[in-house]
Nanobody, 129 residues
Framework: QVQLAESGGGSVQAGGSLGLSCAASGITSGTYCMGWFRQAPGKERERVAIIDSAGDTLYADSVKGRFTISKYGANKLSLQMNSLQPEDTAMYYC????????????????????????WSQGTQVTVSS
């Protein structure tokens, strides 16, 4: 079972930057998707950024050019958030899933779009205007 430990977040003024980190354990497959979703009060959870085992990335249109997702170490990832805006205020959740079979490019095959069942505890990001 995948377990996720998230850190980072906090409060910042509009235009500022914050970083999130996530360490995933229990991923035994070489094919996986990892990343972040966020949920603001009264809104549905939305995908923010995903990176797959091939290194491909997938960003929400609202964060393209401002957020950067990266992998490092063994199943660890980071999300650098720049030029933050009040609409980025939300609870951010790290997530991951792996595949039993070897798939070379999960994002390009649409396999990282959804279907996540394991989540971190979440961390709050608050951006004030």
């Amino acid at each position: 079972q995948v377990q996720l430990a998230e850190s980072g977040g906090g409060s910042v003024q509009a235009g500022g930057s914050l970083g999130l980190s996530c360490a995933a354990s229990g991923i035994t497959s070489g094919t996986y998707c990892m990343g972040w979703f966020r949920q603001a009060p009264g809104k549905e959870r939305e995908r923010v950024a995903i990176i797959d085992s091939a290194g491909d990335t997938l960003y929400a249109d609202s964060v393209k050019g401002r957020f950067t997702i990266s992998k490092y170490g063994a199943n660890k990832l980071s999300l650098q958030m720049n030029s933050l805006q009040p609409e980025d205020t939300a609870m951010y959740y790290c997530t991951a899933k792996s595949f039993l079979s070897t798939i070379t490019t999960p994002i390009r095959r649409g396999l990282c779009d959804g279907g996540y069942i394991q989540w971190s505890q979440g961390t709050q990001v608050t951006v004030s205007s």
